[in-house]
């Protein structure tokens, strides 16, 4: 008898154990299979997100590019005129980005009229109108105030300016072309603020230089500029 029951008792916990065994494996497989499950779920899910700082940094423009018009006023006797601008600009990778050198191309043409007098003309005076044709090539370098982060700035800018000039003088009914080429420069203030693509930009402009043709005399192309243009960042 006490043999009979003790090999029930070792069947018992024989079965148990395999039982045992069973439910662990069991597990072990169900274990895997979610495993398995979760790998492509995981594997499809999106990197991090950049850092703020290298976000930021993606934002800052490389490229200016810039059309405007404004008035112009000559600080000779020549009267005001309109005035329409080019310009576009490489921002430096130093200072953020806020350091930049760039071209610029404006046109403009004041006028004037008068009359003079002459002892070898047989009327008294002669009436006569003048035109100066300004096409005005900049290089400026400019800097930006704040951040690109913010939604408006003030900046400025200094550079050459390099004037091509055609003035024409018509008197008595005849008509005589002067051109020349003057080197000067250029100062710049204003201001921008962010709309779309790019900003609205507000300055005034003082380009200068002197001039010594035959029908102006010594005189300047100097003017006081006021300019409303809109600059794509890219």
């Given at each position: 008898?006490?043999r009979?029951?003790?090999?029930?008792?070792?069947?018992?916990?024989?079965?148990?154990?395999?039982?045992?065994?069973a439910?662990?494996?069991?597990?072990?497989?169900?274990?895997?299979?979610?495993?398995?499950?979760?790998?492509?779920?995981?594997?499809?899910?999106?990197?991090?997100?950049?850092?703020?700082?290298?976000?930021?940094?993606?934002?800052?423009?490389?490229?200016?590019?810039?059309?405007?018009?404004?008035?112009?006023?000559?600080?000779?006797s020549?009267?005001?005129?309109?005035?329409?601008?080019?310009?576009?600009?490489?921002?430096?990778?130093?200072?953020?980005?806020?350091?930049?050198?760039?071209?610029?191309?404006?046109?403009?043409?004041?006028?004037?009229?008068?009359?003079?007098?002459?002892?070898?003309?047989?009327?008294?005076?002669?009436?006569y109108?003048?035109?100066?044709?300004?096409?005005?090539?900049?290089?400026?370098?400019?800097?930006r105030?704040?951040?690109?982060?913010?939604?408006?700035?003030?900046?400025?800018?200094v550079?050459?300016?390099?004037?091509?000039?055609?003035h024409?003088?018509?008197?008595?009914?005849?008509?005589?072309?002067?051109?020349?080429t003057?080197?000067g420069?250029?100062?710049?203030?204003?201001?921008?603020?962010?709309?779309?693509?790019?900003?609205?930009?507000?300055?005034?402009?003082?380009?200068?230089?002197?001039?010594?043709?035959?029908?102006?005399?010594?005189?300047?192309?100097?003017?006081?500029?006021?300019?409303?243009?809109?600059?794509?960042?890219?």
């Amino acid at each position: 008898m006490i043999r009979r029951s003790a090999r029930a008792s070792d069947t018992g916990c024989s079965v148990r154990s395999r039982r045992t065994t069973a439910i662990r494996s069991a597990r072990t497989i169900a274990s895997l299979l979610l495993l398995a499950t979760a790998a492509p779920a995981l594997a499809a899910e999106p990197a991090p997100a950049a850092s703020a700082p290298a976000a930021t940094e993606a934002k800052l423009p490389l490229l200016l590019l810039g059309v405007g018009a404004g008035v112009y006023i000559p600080t000779s006797s020549l009267g005001p005129s309109f005035l329409v601008n080019l310009d576009g600009a490489f921002q430096l990778p130093v200072l953020a980005r806020k350091l930049g050198i760039g071209l610029g191309l404006a046109y403009s043409q004041p006028t004037t009229s008068g009359a003079i007098s002459d002892a070898r003309l047989s009327a008294p005076q002669a009436d006569y109108d003048s035109i100066m044709r300004e096409l005005v090539l900049d290089v400026l370098i400019s800097y930006r105030i704040l951040p690109w982060s913010s939604r408006w700035s003030p900046h400025v800018g200094v550079g050459p300016a390099f004037y091509f000039l055609a003035h024409k003088v018509t008197s008595l009914g005849l008509e005589q072309t002067e051109t020349s080429t003057q080197v000067g420069f250029k100062l710049t203030a204003g201001a921008d603020f962010r709309i779309g693509p790019g900003a609205l930009v507000g300055e005034v402009r003082f380009p200068f230089a002197m001039v010594g043709q035959r029908t102006t005399g010594d005189s300047n192309v100097g003017a006081v500029s006021v300019v409303v243009a809109y600059r794509f960042r890219i």
